[in-house]
């Protein structure tokens, strides 16, 4: 949703005027805001209305960091077998 508006926004400007346009948007302040404005709407729709959704989004989200931090493991492992395989291994 955010990079469809971003998308919007910017699809009318000329490319000389985008620079001034989006290097505001790299101030320390204005992330900080941003995030801010992204907690508080996250806390207002889930966690005001006492949904179970967070609980969802950390289990999700914890099961995805996990994957991501043996994935490169996995890989060799795999390069690994794949390679005894050409050479004659088991």
């Keep these: 949703m955010a990079l469809r508006n971003f998308y919007?926004?910017?699809k009318g400007l000329k490319v000389k005027e985008l620079p001034?346009?989006?290097?505001?948007?790299f101030t320390i302040d204005y992330v900080k805001k941003s995030?801010?404005?992204g907690l508080d709407n996250y806390h207002a729709k889930y966690i005001q209305t006492s949904s179970i959704?967070?609980?969802?989004h950390v289990c999700f989200g914890g099961m995805i960091f996990s994957y991501l931090v043996a994935l490169p493991e996995e890989r060799r492992h795999l390069e690994h077998a794949k390679h005894a395989?050409?050479?004659?291994?088991h």
Excluded: A, R, S
Excluded at 20 to 25: A, R, T
């Design 8 to 10: 919007n926004e910017i």
């Design 20 to 25: 001034n346009y989006v290097k505001p948007m």
């Design 35 to 37: 995030v801010q404005k």
């Design 53 to 56: 959704d967070p609980l969802y």
């Design 85 to 89: 395989k050409e050479h004659g291994g």
